[in-house]
Structure formats: C-alpha cells, structure tokens
C-alpha cells in the first residue's frame, strides 16, 4: 500500500509525543526544532483549516491558515484553545471493560485485542440473526460517510447522526423546496447582499464565515436584522434587533409575504423560470390525486399558457404561465396554479400584520416597515452583474440580476416542533423574491443543490440477514411507500424515523434513542453504539431519566439495554454508562476526512473537501476511532471492507480514504484523483492523493468559474459540471417548490388514498402537518399544555467559546464559562422580585432546577434563556471535586421531557417536529419563582458523582 | 483596594517612626536639654528600628523580592523610588544625627543634623504619600488631601511615641503630650475633612466613558469575561460594605485620634504619665491601621467601572 | 526606563482600533492571545486551579458585555479591553525599577520582567485594569502588541500583525501606525469617529475605539400599503396581468 505518506509534512520532523507548553518533551529532538503542519481544526464542527505550529514535538501555537476556504487565517476561540485539549486531564487513556454496575464508573483496563475481541463477537452474532439491533448513533463527528456506510453494509437500519438534533426539520425543508438548506447546505451572499435577514442564530455550524461574512456586510453598510428573543452575539451588532417571541417565526415571514403580495411586489418572472408557481394542481377534493400536480401523458407537469390559451408542458420555453386561475384539464378536472393557491393562503386576514403582532411580540408597523424594506432593496437596488450565463434551456443571458436580500436561519427555527413549516415558510418567501442564488441573496454550498423531488429512499435489508441495506440508512422519502413500516404503518426502526410519526426524519430521531431502546427491549435492541455523542447528558432531553434507562435491569437483573459501547476521546457523562468504552484519539493525532459524502468545506464558489493529519502521537493506548470501525468491520468481512474471501481490505482509515470507491471513480475525497492527481470529482484512486492534500494545507477547492456561480439550479455549465462530478444524477434543471408536491403524497395517504396510510391513530395528525403549503401551528408542547401555568418561553443559546460539553475540560475555555445563569428581562425579574445572581427554580410541566438568575434588556420580554451544555454531572471531565461546572452550572435539559404531553389514554408522541422527528428543544416553557433566601449556593438537581474508576492490570494482578 | 497588609504596616510603621525622628531631630534643634542624649540615641534607634521594619514589610508585598534594589533607579519619575531613596538616606542621616548629638549635644552640628533628619524624615513620609497621591484612577487618594494627611499622621503618631520615651526617660510627657494632643486633634480634623472631601466626590468617570461611547449613554455590564474573580477584581475591585465602612469609620475615630488625645492630655497632666503615654501610643497604632485599612478599602478604582462596580 | 521617551511628530505610534459595531463577542482575540504569548517570548502566561473550583489566570486581552440605551432599544456591546499603549502612561512613570517602558520609536509600552520587582504599583496606575500580576512569577505581565510578531521578519509580511488581530474572525480588530494619518487606522479612526477611552483621566490612548453604528434603509413610499383585501386583489392582479416568458 502506497497511500500513506512517510511522515507527516514532507520535510519536517515527523510527529512526536506531544504536550502544550509547559511540560518537558521527552524526545530527541534538537532544541529548536521547529516546523509546521497543516490540518483541519475539530475544536467544533466548523472545519477551519489551521495551520500548527510545533516546537522540540511540542504544540506551540495554532492559528488559522490564510489560504483556507473556511476561515481565510482567523481562528475562533475554541480553535485557538486546541493546545489545551492536547493536555486535557479528560483524555481517556486505554480501552475500559466495565466491571462494576452500568453507571457506576467502574471499569478495568483491557488491552485493545480484548476490546476488539468483545466487539467482533458481539456484532457478528447480531449480524447472524438481526443485524437491526445493532443500533450505531453518531454524533458531530464528520465520518458520515464512514459510519453511514460501515451500517449499510452491517445492514443495520438504526443508524443516525446529530442532524436530528440540530435542524434536520430545516435541511428537510430545504432539500424538499430549494434542493439546499440554511443548514451546512447554502450561506448568504457576502460579497453582495444588501439587507440580511437573520433568524434565529447565535453561532451555528458555520461560525468563522458567518463572522466573517457579517464583518463584510458591515464593511458595505449593509443592514443587518436580526429576529431572535435575545440580543447576543451576532445579534448584539444586528443594526435592527427584532425580540420575536419563540416559535412564532412562521407567523411573521406570513405576515411579509401577506404584506408583498398585498404590495404586489414579487418577482414573477422568477417564479415561472425557477419554482413550480405555475404548475397546475389538481383540485379534486376527495379525489386520489386531489392536490398533485397534474401531468400529461409524457409525465410532465402541466400549466396554463396564456400565449396559446391552453395547457401546456410547465417545463416549456416561450410560454406565458399563468399565475392565477382555474383551469380544466383534459380529463374534466380543474386545476388552479399552485401559486394561486399560495396567494390566497397568504393574503388572507389571518396573515395581516395586525393579526399576528401580539403573537409574535412585534408590533405590526415594524413588520411592515420590514417589508417595506425587503420591497427596496429587492426591487429597488438590485445587483447586475456583468457576466453572461446560460441557462438549463440553452439561452444564453448578457446579466446576473440579483435581489440582495440574503437570508440565514438556524435553530432558533428548527428546535421548534413547528420548524418545517417555518423554514419552507422562509424559503416561500425567498422565491417569491427571486432570492435563491441570485446575486446578493442566499446561495447554495457545492454540492448543492440537488434535484426535488429525487432524493434517494431510506435503505432497507435486502434479503437475509447479514445482506447490506438495499441503500444508505438514511434517504428522502417522496411517497408513502418510501417510509420504513411493517405492515400495519408502525416504524421498523428503533427511534422511529420514516415511520408515520415522523415519515420525514431524514437525519434520525437521536434524542430518541435510548428512551426507544429501554421501551423496546432486547428483543429489538442488542446492543447500542454511540460514537462522539454525549447520549446521556446534554444531548439527552431529561438526563436523569436517560441515565436511569441506561441502567434500568428487568426482573432477571439483566440490562434493559443488553450492551453499550461508547467511542469517546474523553471522559464525558456518558462513557461512565458504557459496557465497553473505545478510546478516540484526539482531533490533532488523526486522519479524517471532510468528504463531499457528508458534509464538506465546499462554499458557494464551488466544491471542496479536506482532511486530517496527525500532527500528534498519542502517547496514550487510544486509536483513531476510525481505524478501529475499519478493523471490526475487515473482520466481519462486510461487504466494501472486505474482500471475497473475507480479507480485510484497508488497514487504515487513511488507506480507505485514498482507496476506497463508492462508486466508480468516486472516493471520500474529490480532489487530487486519478493516477496522475489531476482529475477531480471523478477519478482513478491516487496512492499519492494525501500526499497532494498535505501539499495543499489539507484541503481540497474548486473554484467554478464566474458563469456558473449563481442560478445553479438553471444553468447549464453548473449543471453539467455537477453531473460530470456526481453531485447530481442528470443535468436536468432542477425546479424549486414552492408547492410541495410530496407532502400532499403523504397527506392523500392519510386521506386513505393509496396502499400505504398510517394507522388510525396517526391520520389526523399527518393529514394536518402535511400540508404542501407552509402553515403555522403553536409548537406542539405549548398547544398541549396550555393552562398558563408555565407563562414563560425557555431557549439555549450557544456559548461562541464552548462547544456543548466537550469546552469544560480545557483549562483556557472553562475560565471564560465554567458556569451559567439563567437570563430573564429587567421587567419581569422585578416583576417576580428576582436580582441579579438570585437563586430562582425553572418550573416545567416535567421537572424543576435551581439556577442563578441575570437580568438584562435585550430580550424578549417573556423568555429566559441560558448557554448550552455548561451544566456537568460531578465527576465527568477529569474536573476536580469542586469545580463550578458541577456545583452552579446547570443543563436546561433537565426540565425538558423527550415525550408531549398525550392526551388521555393514547401513547405519548415524542417531542418532536411532527415532519421530521426534529427535537423541539425549544418548545420548553417554564415559571420562574425566586428559591428561599437560605437555600444552599447549588444548582438542583445534582447528581451524584460517578468519576471514572479505572482498574489498571497491574493493579488487579496485586 | 485591596488593603494588604504589608502596605498598612509600612504606612503605620514608618507614619510613627518619620514622625519620632522628626520630632527628635527638631527637639534636637530648639535645644534639648543634654539629659536627653540618651532619649535622642534610643529614640533614633526605635524610628530606625521601626522604619526598617514597614520597609520589611512593604517587601513582603514584592512578587520577586530579590530584586528590591532595583526600585531605587527610577527616582527621576518614581514616588516608589523616591520613596525608597529618601528612606534609605534617611539612615545615615538620622544615625549621624544621634552620634552628633550623642557625642556633643546640642552642638551646631547635632542641632543642623536633628533639622536635616526631620526634612528627610517628613520627606520619605512625602513620598509615600505621592505614592498615593499620584494615582489618577483612584479619585480618594488623587486629591489634595492624602500627602498632607500622611504628614499629619506621621507627626502626630510620632508625637505620640515621642511622648512615650520622654516619659520613660524622664518620667513625665511634657511638651510632647501636648505635641500628641494636638497632632490628635489636627488628625481628627484632617480626617474628618478627608471623608467629607471623598464622600462628596463625585465618580471621575462613567462606564460610558469606559468604553468610548458618548458621556451620557446609559452602560450596563451584562458579562464579565470571566466568572471566577481574577486579579484586577481582587486588587482593584476591593469592596467594603457601606455600614461595616460606617461602623469602621467611628472605631477609626475614637481608637485612632480621641483615645490617643484622651491619654496624651492625661500623660500631659501627669496622670499616670506611662501608661496614658504608652496606651496613647498603642490605641494611636491599633486606630491608624484601622484608618489606613479603611483607606484603602473604600478607595475605588476606575478600572472597577469595567466589572459594573461603582467608583 | 521609566521617564517617558522623547516622543517627535515623527514617532510611530503602534497601536489596535477595535471595532465595537462589528465586535461579536467571541473571544477569539483573548484566547489566540493567550495562547501565542504564552508559548512566545513573553513567557507563559499562568493559569491558577485549572481544572478546579476557582479557575483563573492571566489574560492580556478580555471581552466584556455591556447592554446600552434605554431598556426599550438596548443594545448589546461587546467590548475588549487591553492595554491601550498610552501616550501619556502613568503606569510607565510610576515604575519604581524601569521595569516598564514605553518605546521612543513606536510608543509600546512594555514590561521588561527580568527587571519587575512585582511591586504591583503600574497596575494601580492604569485605569483601564490592562495589567494584570502573574502570581507565579511574581512580575507584573501585559498585552506587547505581540511585538515578537510585528517586526518578525521571518514571518512573512501578511503575518506581521498581532495574534489578536489575525485571528479576529469578525475583522473587527485593527491594528496600524495611528501617527501616520494616511494609514488604514487612522482613516478608520477618521471616518467613523474612533474615541479615547476614559479621555476625561488625560493618558491618551493610542488604542481606539469605534462607536457602533446602525445601518438604515431609506423606504420609497407605496401606493398600495394597509389595504389588505381578500382573495388576489389589487396590486397582485395588476402584476399577475402582465405578460411573462418562460
Ligand atoms: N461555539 C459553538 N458553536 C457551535 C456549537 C456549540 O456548541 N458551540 N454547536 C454546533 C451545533 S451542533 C449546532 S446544531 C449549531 C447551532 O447553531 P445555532 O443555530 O446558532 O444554535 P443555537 O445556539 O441553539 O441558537 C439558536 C438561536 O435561536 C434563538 N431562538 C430561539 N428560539 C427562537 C425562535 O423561536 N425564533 C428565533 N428567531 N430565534 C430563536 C436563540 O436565542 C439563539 O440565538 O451550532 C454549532 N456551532
Ligand atoms: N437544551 C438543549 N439541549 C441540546 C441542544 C440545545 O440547543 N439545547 N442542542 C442539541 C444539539 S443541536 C446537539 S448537536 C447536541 C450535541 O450533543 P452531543 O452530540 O452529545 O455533543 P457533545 O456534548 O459535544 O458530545 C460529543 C461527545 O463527543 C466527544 N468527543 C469530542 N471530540 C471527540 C473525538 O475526537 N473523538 C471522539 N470519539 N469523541 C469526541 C465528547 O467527549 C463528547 O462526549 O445537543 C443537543 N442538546
Ligand atoms: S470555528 Fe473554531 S473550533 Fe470550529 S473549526 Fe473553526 S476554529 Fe475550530
Ligand atoms: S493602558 Fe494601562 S498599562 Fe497600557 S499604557 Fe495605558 S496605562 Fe499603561
Ligand atoms: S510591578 Fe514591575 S513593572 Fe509594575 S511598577 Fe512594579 S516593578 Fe514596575
Ligand atoms: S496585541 Fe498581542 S499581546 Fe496585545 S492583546 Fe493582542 S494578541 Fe495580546
Ligand atoms: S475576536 Fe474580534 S469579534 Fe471576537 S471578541 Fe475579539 S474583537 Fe470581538
Ligand atoms: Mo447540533
């Protein structure tokens, strides 16, 4: 095998044992060695390339590389902290076999064969008889492409990772109506938007650029507005801060859209090129086909032409679509513009601005006001570009016009149980604008977009067990028959994803999983896999109740859950509830791969990939997760890791990324392929390709050239450039939707139309959320318990300095939040006698805690707020007996329940976005009451401490 | 601020021991007696003795005491050096001044020498008050009030201790309890003043003007940088409750300057001329590290403003 | 030395313009700081109970919030606070060893620790709480304008600037010669009216501060606005009339 390269940077001193500075290096060597790797940061998910500086093998210093695509040189303040974690007393240090009850930290020391013994085993008796209870959740960890494939070809379909957490409702909606998404899949325009809209985020996924984009933005005197509860962050330099309260976004972009059309002031020229505005839709209620888009014999979808006065192919050049109308089809049915059905939606009264301020806590004069100045800009200023392109049909345009109203929405959207509908609401708006990839407004990310519908379906087992899924396990359902349910419409997988409950759960219901698990028991659940999550505390909605089904035994005494395996690189809370604990290397002594089959580095100015190199050895008995996922998957000789007789194929991860091939020509990385390293996208495997990446700073671009960096889901060069890499199957145009043909599927389903429906007990409810138009609904939790008595909206924010829990253990970060307080408007502490730094309890309708309060202005009037993941069980993170984390820091999560409240008699639905199985983080409302003035200086409830106890060998042999 | 005790110690200590070399180098020059050579010989020895012992002390306070020396060089722009210096040059001037006087009392020489020890002595007292005085961002010792204070108090407890060895020398406080009688009351007055003058103050600067923006602009902190206190915090942001202060204030009051009158004038009186003159001198130290304690405790710095505290 | 060098028109004055309007509050800036110096020339910069009850140390640089305005349109600040490098530095004048100094050439003030006696009087000097004791050294420590990267000529010239400023990710941090008036700092400085901290004290800062801002956007009336009509009415019809070409 030749795709290793020899050592870490060509040229230098190869990696040695590190530590920060401050400790001594124990290698040889000489004084002043010094030299300089390139690698991807991972002190969050954010992909900086950074550019490491070592001194005598020891890390001196990390900044950000100038010529990297992500953070042009600027570093954050978690990337800037690495050195920190290199030293973290929290590293795990050796393979953990647990010996004492689940939970208790008790483990002993075993050797890496022994751990890979046990795992082996394990899975290959799964495997033999079912391979679905083998359940494998990954967190942020950016090995999709790995782990998603590795559980392909286990042929498992209990396979998640994080994007149900995070806004998995948004890359749905995105990816159902634009092909992109707010999340990872698009960004704004920051060289030419005007006026950027804001919704809903405090950091994000994207944290470099998007403070780099803003800091641009300023540079031209743009506007920013901002429409978050709290006044943080990039929201604290928004020249115009909107305090919307918590879940009523869709609400207010209705009330802009409503305010646009009454104005008469959309881009229809727009629609009828890009979205499917014109396309007819069957109106037929009762009938199968009642809201579909009618079609002629060929398959095309219809729409009116007014030129001819008839039906015509919508897909047609030369025709005048109407927008407006109802119109009959050749088989005697009407039909009406999906576009008329929107404006009629949306100009009703209901939608007035007058009609949604309170809700929204926005007075209706500044929604106005705010449409007024969407108006301005869009249409008033917009940006003409001189380059010619040429779209899908082949004509050619001298001028790139843009609407510069660019807009970017987070999880203040999509932790609502409402997001879907919201985030679709968002992207209505932008093509009513013709904002989507025009110059100034939002654009895709190579490799998007992608084609809608065309997703690729869930994969299912194929055949018996041991036979890889027929598909990746996680896929775009488009109809009812695409959703993973047994015969009677109950879900088939563990947490429930592409069943009736949340058909559209494209990422997996993760705050699910263990709740799931402990319900079904053995007979569905083997064994559970986590990797890089920390499933039992603050990615867990209720930990208490996570921890105590982790460790709940049956009658016999055995485990609910029979086993546990946790890959982790550091002592978090859930490692302590592991039956066997997989030590992770570090982010700076490993490959990786930042591959175009997740989610790469790739930008609106085209495609891009990157990897990991070890900068570091271990000096501690831990291996690259990765390598290890390889190994166990060589020796269960699945298919793609193995060969025919069973022989391993890779020994590394580093040898999978250069040599592995999904599908002809394509590998994890895109760049440098072929044998002579000049192919891209598409291409031979190249034994010198790490070598190539290594040379580049670790990473890979392709910058499109200026003709195909706007109008991507039209124009041709785009189009047949993606096709010849793989982004996309075929290079026809791929037209946005407006009207959302595939929810109607789903709804005419739960009509009783067609083979597949839900069961009774889920119709009203699919039949209601599937709407093909956006609607709004009170987050669910709220419309459940609405009694008044938890009168306040409670929401996280993160912390731009930590990333969830895995900041606390670095000794730089914790300084700057070792703990939190909850944060409540000046008006209503005085209002409920509460002071700054007062202990109060945050009541909810499932639990209460005890935290310190903080009041301040910038926020909407009846919402509290805390950072994120500051709160930490004693014990976890190598932290010592006392430390503030533990003893003031407290996690919201606590009084979050991961079930709504069902009516009476009826199974609990989870909290989730009904579309997508999102969790509704932030659907959490709370009364706040000021705690007795004697009550003790600590948060509650405090669990109690389960620090690591670790038997080594040696000991035990004594 | 933060009153530590190394500095209380060095402003009390060498308050008294200037304060006595003071005034036995002017008792030297308006003609003492020559029965007061031993009293002059004793007396410079317990002000050097003290001296080097605040010096000591405000060492203690050094994060590298090692390198103490080096605080001499900078007398050209440094009150901490000047201070240093003039302490230093006060040894051998207040020791020759005993020899001279020792050996020939009341000679020229010993008369010139008890001048020049009290301008070198009042001078280091000087200097360690322009210390103080000198610090823009801490409006309760950047004032007119803090080097004539310090003078005062110098003079007036080493009148008080003054008085002590005359009486133990002679056995009767004559003029020096009236010296620390007076020095009392000046003291008293002084501080009273003092207080009215800082109460009164009003803040030199405003949070908005902190951090740059138009005075007048109402400032909030929401976050600190950090949460756990840090150094600027626990040097700078010292703070003292407002009814503790007051409650200081009045022991400050009686213990410092009214009980150290109330035995200097029983001392002068004669009635029980040591101990009044030995307890005036000790309630004089026990209230004048009250009072300092407190003149640090409740002096704000304008650095504070960046944590939301009030300066 | 601590007398205050003889200062000509011509002298540099090396110093950062920070960005209140674009500043996010993310700390970035102190923590790259703290981790250049520390593993730089100016020597660790301690951390104290690291990972216990009481963490704490030595930072050159650190990032306040502020809320501002009337309770109805407050507006949050993030604000960084570092030495400023003062033309007028009573923090300097009051060092009793000469320990701290400030650069005739390029006006930095700088602690020379092999000379520091850690008596601590600079740090009550300086109003802007910029200076900050290292308890395990015993010397006083702060912010050098990381003058072992601004005239580094290994490095290459984009690189010549402080940590603080390269890694700034909302390049809300500036840093340039605020003597030569056609520099980029001092234009900034120019046009969007950079201030002085704690002007009224007289140390004059070199470091300064632009004020946020908020940016508008002038509205041309319509004729339509408030009629809210059922169904498509109005300006909609009028616009859904007009020809379009697909
Ligand atoms: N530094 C740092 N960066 C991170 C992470 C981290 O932990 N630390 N985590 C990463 C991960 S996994 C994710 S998923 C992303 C998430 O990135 P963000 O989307 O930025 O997530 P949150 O911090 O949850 O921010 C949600 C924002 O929405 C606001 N909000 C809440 N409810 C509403 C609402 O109803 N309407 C509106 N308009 N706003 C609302 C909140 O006040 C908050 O500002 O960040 C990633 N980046
Ligand atoms: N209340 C509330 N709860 C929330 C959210 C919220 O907004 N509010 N946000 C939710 C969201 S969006 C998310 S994504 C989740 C995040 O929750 P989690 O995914 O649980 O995130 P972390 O706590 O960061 O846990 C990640 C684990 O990865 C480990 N890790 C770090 N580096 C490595 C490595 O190099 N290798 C390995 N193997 N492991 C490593 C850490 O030690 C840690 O145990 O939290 C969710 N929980
Ligand atoms: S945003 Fe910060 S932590 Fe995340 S990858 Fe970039 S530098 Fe690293
Ligand atoms: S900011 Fe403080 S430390 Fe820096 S030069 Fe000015 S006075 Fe001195
Ligand atoms: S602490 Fe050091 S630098 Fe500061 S005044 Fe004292 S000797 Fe000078
Ligand atoms: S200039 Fe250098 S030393 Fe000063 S704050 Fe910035 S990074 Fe820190
Ligand atoms: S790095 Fe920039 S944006 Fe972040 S706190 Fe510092 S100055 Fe502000
Ligand atoms: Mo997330």
Excluded at chain 1, 502 to 521: D, T, Y
Excluded at chain 2, 198 to 207: G, M, Y
Aim: charged content about 20%; proline content about 7%.
């Amino acid at each position: 095998m030749t795709g290793m390269p020899p050592s870490v940077i060509e040229g230098v001193e190869p990696p040695r044992s590190g530590a920060a500075a401050g400790t001594d290096s124990e290698s040889s060597v000489p004084a002043s060695a010094k030299s300089v790797a390139y690698t991807t940061c991972y002190m969050c998910a954010c992909r900086c390339g950074i550019k490491v500086h070592l001194e005598n093998g020891r890390l001196r210093y990390i900044e950000g590389n100038r010529n990297h695509p992500i953070n042009r040189g600027v570093l954050c303040a978690k990337g800037s902290a690495g050195i920190m974690t290199a030293v973290s007393p929290a590293r795990l240090t050796t393979p953990l076999k647990r010996v004492g009850p689940r939970g208790s930290g008790s483990f002993e020391a075993i050797s890496w064969d022994e751990a890979m013994r046990i795992i082996t085993e394990r899975l290959a008796a799964i495997r033999a008889s079912d391979p679905s209870r083998l359940a494998l959740f990954t967190g942020r960890d950016q090995s999709q492409s790995l782990t998603g494939h590795f559980a392909r070809m286990f042929g498992t379909i209990n396979y998640a990772a994080h994007g149900g957490f995070c806004s998995v409702n948004m890359a749905a909606a995105g990816l159902y109506s634009v092909g992109g998404a707010f999340w990872e899949f698009g960004e704004p325009d920051w060289e030419y938007a005007r006026l950027f809209l804001l919704f809903g985020v405090a950091e994000d996924h994207d944290s470099n650029p998007i403070k780099l984009g803003l800091s641009r933005l300023k540079a031209r005197g743009a506007k920013i507005v901002s429409f978050n509860p709290v006044r943080t962050g990039y929201s604290a330099i928004a020249d115009e801060f909107v305090a919307v309260t918590p879940g009523t976004d869709g609400l207010l972009v209705f009330a802009l859209i409503h305010c646009l059309l009454e104005a008469g002031r959309i881009d229809t020229e727009f629609l009828v090129r890009y979205t499917n505005a014109h396309h007819l839709v069957i109106d037929d209620a009762g009938g199968a086909e009642h809201g579909l888009i009618a079609r002629n014999a060929q398959g095309s979808e219809l729409a009116f032409d007014r030129a001819t006065g008839s039906l015509a192919s919508a897909s047609a050049t030369g025709i005048d679509p109407a927008l407006s109308g109802t119109f009959v089809l050749p088989d005697g049915r009407r039909a009406r513009p999906a576009f008329a059905l929107l404006a009629e939606r949306y100009l009703a009264a209901e939608y007035a601005p007058e009609a949604v301020a309170e809700r929204c806590g926005v007075a209706a004069a500044t929604i106005r006001r705010l449409a007024d100045e969407i108006i301005e800009v869009a249409f008033n200023q917009p940006v003409v570009l001189e380059q010619p392109w040429t779209d899908a049909a082949g004509r050619r345009h001298t001028h790139m016009v843009g609407r510069p109203v660019a807009i970017h929405a987070m999880r203040g959207i999509s932790a609502h149980s409402n997001g879907f509908h919201t985030c679709r609401a968002i992207h209505v708006l932008q093509m009513l604008l013709g904002a989507v990839d025009t110059p100034g407004s939002w654009r895709y990310k190579s490799p998007y977009p992608k084609p809608i519908p065309g997703g690729i379906p869930p994969g299912r087992p194929a055949g018996a067990p041991g036979a890889p899924l027929n598909a990746a396990p996680l896929g775009c359902p488009m109809r009812p028959e695409d959703l993973l349910v047994d015969a009677q419409g109950e879900a088939l997988r563990l947490d429930r994803a592409f069943s009736w409950e949340a058909p559209l759960a494209i990422h997996g219901l993760m705050h699910m999983v263990i709740a799931r698990a402990f319900e079904a028991g053995p007979q569905k659940i083997d064994t559970l896999f986590f990797f890089m999550s920390n499933m039992a505390w603050n990615s867990a909605m209720n930990p208490g109740e996570s921890i105590r089904m982790l460790s709940a035994t049956d009658e016999q005494g055995e485990y609910r859950i029979p086993f546990v395996v946790v890959a982790d690189a550091f002592a978090s809370e859930t490692v302590a509830y592991a039956d066997l604990v997989l030590p992770d290397t570090t982010y700076l002594e490993r490959y990786d791969c930042i591959s175009l089959l997740d989610r790469p580095i790739g930008s609106a100015h085209g495609p891009g990939d990157a990897i990991r190199v070890p900068v570091l050895k271990p000096e501690r008995d831990v291996r690259a997760f990765q390598d290890v996922l390889i190994e166990i998957a060589g020796r269960l000789g699945l298919k793609d890791f193995a060969d025919a007789q069973g022989q391993p194929l890779y020994h590394s991860y580093a040898d999978y990324i250069v040599r592995h091939q999904r599908a002809a020509g394509i590998g994890p990385l895109a760049g440098f392929r072929g044998a002579d390293g000049r192919a891209m996208g598409r291409g031979e495997p190249n034994p010198e390709q790490l070598r190539r990446y290594i040379e580049n700073g670790g990473f890979w671009v392709h910058h499109l050239p200026p003709e195909q960096l706007y109008y991507k889901y039209a124009n041709q060069a785009y189009l047949n450039g993606a096709r010849e890499m793989d982004f996309i199957g075929s290079s026809a145009p791929i037209v946005l939707q407006l009207y959302s043909e595939p929810l109607q599927r789903f709804r005419l389903a739960a009509e009783g139309h067609g083979a597949h429906v839900p069961p009774p007990r889920l119709r009203a409810r699919v039949r209601r959320y599937f709407d093909p138009l956006p609607i709004w609904y009170a987050p669910l939790e709220q419309a459940a318990s609405r009694d008044g008595r938890y009168p306040l909206h409670a929401i996280t924010q993160r912390p731009m300095a930590m990333y969830h829990s895995w900041g606390s253990h670095n000794a730089w970060l914790r300084q700057i939040l070792p703990e939190n307080r909850i944060y409540l408007h000046r008006e209503l502490a005085a209002e409920l006698g509460i002071e700054d730094e007062d202990w109060v309890w945050v009541d909810s309708r499932s639990g209460r805690l005890k935290a310190r309060a903080r009041t301040m202005s910038g926020v909407n009037r009846n919402t509290v707020w805390t950072w994120n993941a500051i709160g930490k069980r004693a014990g976890a993170w190598g932290l010592e007996r006392d430390a503030p984390e533990f003893r003031r820091g407290f996690l919201l999560n606590h009084v979050i329940s991961e079930f709504l409240p069902g009516e009476p008699g009826e199974a609990a639905h989870s909290n989730s976005d009904p579309v997508t199985g999102q969790a509704a983080w932030f659907d959490l409302t709370v009364r706040l009451e000021r705690c007795a003035p004697d009550t003790p200086d600590e948060t509650a409830p405090r669990l109690g401490a389960n620090p690591l106890r670790i038997k080594r060998p040696a000991e035990s042999a004594a | 601020m933060k009153p530590a005790a190394s500095v209380l110690l060095l402003t009390t200590l060498t308050g008294f021991a200037y304060g006595l070399l003071t005034w036995l180098g002017l008792y030297v020059a308006a003609g003492a007696p020559p029965a007061a050579r031993l009293l002059v010989l004793a007396g410079v020895g317990v002000g050097l003795i003290l001296a080097t012992l605040g010096l000591i002390a405000s060492t203690l306070h050094l994060g590298r005491k090692e390198r103490a020396w080096r605080a001499f060089s900078q007398w050209r722009s440094s009150w901490l050096s000047r201070e240093g210096l003039a302490a230093v040059l006060t040894y051998p001037i207040a020791l020759a001044f005993a020899w001279a006087q020792y050996r020939a009392p009341g000679s020229p020489a010993a008369r010139s020498l008890g001048v020049v020890t009290a301008l070198a002595s009042l001078g280091t007292v000087y200097c360690t008050a322009m210390i103080y005085a000198s610090l823009k961002p801490i409006r309760q010792w950047h004032n007119r009030h803090t080097a004539p204070d310090y003078l005062i108090y110098a003079l007036y407890s080493g009148a008080t201790l003054f008085a002590l060895l005359h009486t133990l020398a002679f056995g009767t406080a004559a003029l020096a309890a009236t010296l620390a009688a007076l020095g009392a009351l000046c003291a008293l007055i002084a501080k009273l003043a003092y207080w009215r003058h800082v109460d009164a103050q009003s803040p030199i600067a405003s949070l908005a003007s902190a951090i740059g923006l138009p005075k007048g602009t109402a400032a909030r902190p929401l976050d600190a940088p950090h949460f756990t206190e840090n150094f600027i915090l626990r040097e700078m942001g010292f703070q003292v409750a407002r009814r503790h202060a007051a409650k200081l204030r009045r022991i400050a009051l009686v213990v410092a300057f009214a009980l150290p009158l109330i035995f200097s004038l029983l001392a002068r009186l004669g009635t029980f001329p040591l101990a009044s003159s030995a307890l005036a001198v000790a309630c004089a130290a026990l209230g004048l590290l009250t009072e300092r304690w407190l003149f640090f405790a409740q002096a704000t710095h304008v650095s504070a403003l960046y944590y939301g505290r009030a300066v | 030395m601590t007398m205050l060098p003889q200062r000509g028109p011509e002298a540099r004055k090396m110093g950062l313009v920070i960005d209140l309007d674009t500043c996010v509050g993310c700390h970035a800036c102190a923590v790259n700081c703290k981790e250049w110096n520390t593993g730089g020339e100016a020597g660790i910069l301690p951390d104290y109970d690291k990972y216990g009850e009481k963490p704490d140390g030595v930072w050159f640089n650190r990032i306040h919030s502020y809320e501002t305005g009337s309770d109805g349109c407050s507006r949050t600040v993030n604000f960084p606070r570092s030495c400023l490098h003062c033309e007028n530095p009573l923090c300097v004048t009051v060092c009793p060893t000469g320990a701290s100094f400030k650069r005739a050439e390029d006006g930095i003030v700088l602690i020379d620790t092999d000379l520091c006696i850690g008596c601590k009087l600079c740090s009550w000097a300086c109003p802007y709480g910029a200076r900050e004791f290292d308890e395990d050294s015993g010397v006083m420590r702060k912010c050098t304008l990381c003058i072992d990267r601004i005239y580094d000529e290994s490095l290459p010239e984009a690189e010549r600037e402080p940590a603080c400023v390269a890694t700034c990710p909302a390049k809300a941090r500036h840093f340039g010669d605020l003597a030569d008036p056609h520099s980029k700092v001092s234009q900034l400085v120019a046009q969007r009216g950079g201030t002085d901290l704690l002007e009224e004290l007289g140390y004059r800062p070199t470091n300064k501060y632009l004020p946020p801002r908020r940016a508008q956007i002038q509205t041309t009336p319509r004729e339509t606005s408030g009629a809210a009509s059922q169904g498509i009415g109005g300006a909609l019809l009028k616009l859904l009339d007009k020809a379009l070409s697909r």
